[in-house]
């Protein structure tokens, strides 16, 4: 399936960047690098959906845990969050969506499958066609993944977050705008998740990367590291 029309590129302010950080009580949960990001005016006067949650909804492992508790978390927040992923074809993938519809979190596109990502062309038609987005958070980013989230993120001035182990990070130097963190091994309390889901909802509530980035580390205490 095709994207949509070939779209010129804002020109983007100087760049703010952050060395590596953690969530204290946890070496080494996360680290950013490169933010750099102009926010746009709305595509539509009327607020829908502003934060986008990309991600994989399977019963097993830290990606299909993290994405949904990312999506849960930003929602109670008051953001207006839709879901974008993969789901199980079965009683777990049922299972996922319900959990979704509980928290208040809309499943924009959903592809009940049984692969472990969402195909890169269908990524981008959602981008394409949901207004307003403010805020694009990538859990266990593909690299396939990246482009159609940047592209967004560089057309609409939408905040662009890549939560990725260092192992399979993929290559952020063609986006520079985005925030990129390492989640830790386990997150029990959901902290992690909390922290993404609060940075997602100022950046979707109109404060730049930056800004969005001080307030969040401040109010959930985390500290810089060299």
Request: a negative charge.
């Amino acid at each position: 399936m095709e994207g949509g029309a070939d779209r010129s590129l804002p020109p983007l302010p100087a760049s703010c960047t952050r060395t590596r950080w953690y969530l204290r009580g946890d070496p080494g949960a996360m680290f950013v690098r490169s933010t750099r990001l102009a926010l746009a005016p709305s595509k539509r006067s009327v607020r829908l959906p502003g934060v986008i949650v990309v991600g994989f909804l399977g019963a097993a492992g830290r990606d299909g845990t993290l994405a949904l508790e990312v999506a849960r978390r930003a929602a109670a927040t008051g953001a207006r969050v839709e879901m974008v992923g993969v789901a199980p074809p079965d009683a777990t993938g049922d299972a996922r969506l319900l959990e979704l519809a509980a928290a208040g979190v809309g499943h924009a596109t959903v592809v009940r499958s049984g692969a472990d990502r969402i195909d890169a062309a269908d990524l981008d038609l959602a981008l394409h066609y949901l207004p307003d987005i403010r805020a694009i958070v990538l859990v266990g980013a593909d690299a396939s993944l990246v482009a159609p989230a940047a592209a967004e993120s560089g057309w609409s001035g939408a905040g662009l977050v890549l939560v990725s182990s260092k192992d399979t990070a993929p290559d952020t130097g063609a986006v520079p705008q985005a925030i990129v963190l390492e989640p830790p091994a386990t997150d029990p309390d959901g902290t992690f998740a909390g922290f993404v889901a609060a940075l997602a909802a100022r950046l979707d509530a109109g404060q730049d990367p930056a800004a969005a980035w001080r307030a969040t580390a401040s109010s959930l205490a985390v500290d810089p590291v060299s």
